[in-house]
């Protein structure tokens, strides 16, 4: 009967164990994905809900290409030439007179979502120096008038990268005149790490509808 009762208590005790790793894979997965959810504003019926779901994939594939391109990196370099070194206002911008009047990463969301009936709104996220994130728009500041997706991609920027300054002549961004790199140049976003070629990391963040 010992031996009954021992093994008894031993099962009990594995059960309690198994239950309580399984408890920790829910609260784990949970979290993972609540971090990974798309923020999707809500939709009434199945044909918004896939529409939604396709623009948020063509949403995605334009970041990867523009990313393939440097086309971020470069609208996250891109000053405006008002002094304060804030990122350019309408770097990305995609509803202004023509290809020549925007930078690479607004011809690519121009071509993809303005050209199929969606807008969109872009924003970098950085953060200061006391650890909490800033964000500024990129592109003029418009509200959504139908169920939008927010899509993200992170960008190190680095201490050698050339502060940028588009040159209207040209349509693009170009490195600054009499300016140098992030390390020596005051621009909005601070370095975040003084001890390697890191300078900081920041967000694009394209909200389209």
């Known amino acids: 009967m010992g031996e009954l009762t021992m093994g008894s208590a031993d099962d009990r005790g594995q059960a309690y164990t198994i239950e309580g790793v399984i408890g920790a894979i829910v609260i784990a997965s949970a979290l993972v994905l609540g971090l990974q959810a798309v923020d999707i504003a809500p939709w009434t019926n199945d044909s918004t809900d896939r529409e939604t779901e396709a623009l948020r994939v063509q949403a995605q594939d334009v970041l990867a290409a ?14 405006a030439g008002d002094g304060d070194g804030t990122p350019h206002p309408a770097v990305a911008a995609g ?14 969301l121009n071509r993809t979502l303005d050209a199929n009936d969606n807008r969109y709104t872009v924003y970098i996220d950085f953060p200061e120096a006391n650890g909490t994130i800033n964000t500024t728009p990129i592109t003029p500041e418009r509200t959504a008038t139908r169920p939008s997706v927010t899509v993200t991609r992170q960008i190190p920027l680095f201490d050698s990268d050339p502060v940028l300054a588009f040159d209207e002549d040209a349509g693009e961004c170009v490195p600054a005149e009499d300016s140098g790199s992030l390390a020596n140049e005051s621009v909005y976003v601070a370095n975040q790490d003084d001890t390697s070629d890191l300078y900081a990391v920041v967000r694009i963040r394209v909200v389209a509808w």
């Open 66 to 79: 523009a990313e393939d391109r440097d086309a971020l990196r470069t609208a996250a370099t891109c000053i």
């Open 95 to 108: 509803d202004v007179g023509s290809d020549n009047d925007r930078a690479l990463l607004g011809i690519l």
